[in-house]
């Protein structure tokens, strides 16, 4: 079993439909971060998260610590969205494990 | 253009030889982060280097070793490489850890 898993493994909607990625996790982490990359094979940052929620645009990232469980959120879903979302656990010292990605599919 | 800079871009080698592969992070940022992509394994950390000094190992092979230079950037070597080190090797860095990371574009290695 996976330190972080995350569901589903692929996901494909119709523009402007609201998305749900969810992350479990089983290690210690001091933070739980959300990445994208697209399809070119860049990686951005989306967010940090060590409690609580955050939003940024359309997106939306919220962490449950006692259930180790955290989900991304899209709302009004677009094409240019399609890409790997991956969540990662952070730990304090610096290193990172990744769950296995999701591949969102954003129909026009 | 993040701020982190990875070179090369590209690179094609043989088995059995031996690369290096350079990170430049973002200015002000003094930790750097190695991580590997490949195909089977998914994203993986190395290794992780802050303001010179090794801070934490990850599944780094022992056929590779990197550093981080007093201008902090850093190198990945690579040395008796195998078919299965063909990956997308990415950097990262961060000022702290504490408020995300920055990834570069990555370095797409080939091993034929």
């Known amino acids: 079993k996976n330190e972080v898993e995350q569901s589903p493994q692929n996901l494909t909607a119709q523009e402007g439909e609201f998305i749900t990625i969810n992350c479990s996790y089983s290690v210690g982490i001091s933070a739980l971060h959300w990445l994208q990359q697209h399809p070119g094979g860049g990686i951005v940052s989306l967010f940090m998260l060590s409690s609580g929620k955050k939003k940024h645009g359309r997106l939306i990232a919220t962490i449950n610590i006692q259930e180790k469980h955290s989900s991304l959120h899209i709302t009004a879903s677009h094409p240019r969205d399609s890409a790997v979302y991956i969540c990662s656990g952070g730990t304090s010292y610096g290193k990172l494990t990744f769950g296995q990605g999701t591949i969102l599919t954003v129909h026009p | 253009d993040s701020g982190v800079t990875q070179t090369p871009k590209h690179l094609i080698t043989a088995t059995g030889q031996r690369v290096t592969l350079r990170c430049s992070p973002r200015s002000g940022d003094l930790s750097v982060y190695w991580y590997q992509q490949s195909l089977d394994q998914g994203l993986q950390f190395l290794i992780h280097?802050?303001?010179?000094?090794?801070?934490a190992k990850g599944n780094i092979l022992e056929r590779f070793s990197a550093q981080q230079f007093p201008d902090l950037h850093s190198e990945l070597n690579l040395s008796s490489l195998e078919l299965g080190d063909s990956a997308l090797y990415f950097c990262a860095s961060s000022t702290t850890g504490r408020y995300g990371y920055t990834f570069g574009s990555g370095t797409r290695l080939t091993v034929v």
């Open positions: 280097y802050y303001n010179g000094e090794e801070r």
